[in-house]
């Protein structure tokens, strides 16, 4: 059971990926994970289908750059079996690092690699079978 809010979809993307033909960008899973800052504190955030996101015009980030990311990959473990995703606590820490930079409150670290955990069980299908493939992963940041 989730310990994030998750509606799953209804509709999977994953008959349309051609795995022999990957490319940056190209593929996207069924889920992302949301979480909004309010009133002081992050929110617990939520799993939903990927989609287009609503941004306020007046948004920092399209005005002043406020928006941070970062990028880890998510991979099959050929030798004992499941997944695994390289370093998330490493990518929580940057991400945290970023936000001081760019004046966004930092996102909670322990929150930010179990929403990755979480995200990468529910689309775990969308992890290439091929050693030396891997499912992206991109959280990202902005100010609004």
């Known amino acids: 059971m989730s310990k994030f809010k998750t509606k799953l979809t209804e509709i999977s993307r994953i008959d349309s990926i ?16 949301v ?10 955030g939520e799993i939903k289908p990927y989609e ?8 920092c ?8 990311f970062e990028g880890l990959k998510a991979f099959r473990d050929f030798t004992n079996g499941g997944i695994n ?29 179990e929403a990755c955990s979480e995200l990468v069980k529910i689309d775990a299908k969308f992890i290439p079978e091929n050693q030396g493939q891997s499912l992206y992963i991109r959280p990202v940041c902005y100010g609004d």
Not at 38 to 44: I, N, R
């Open 61 to 68: 980030t399209l005005h002043y750059g406020q928006t941070i």
């Open 18 to 33: 051609d795995y022999n033909n990957l490319g940056f960008g190209k593929y996207f899973a069924d889920h992302i994970y």
């Open 35 to 44: 979480s909004d800052y309010k009133d002081g504190e992050w929110s617990k």
């Open 85 to 113: 995703i390289f370093r998330p606590d490493m990518n929580a820490s940057r991400m945290t690092s970023s936000a001081e930079r760019v004046c966004i409150p930092p996102f909670p670290e322990k929150q930010f690699v």
């Open 52 to 59: 287009p996101m609503e941004v306020e015009p007046g948004m």
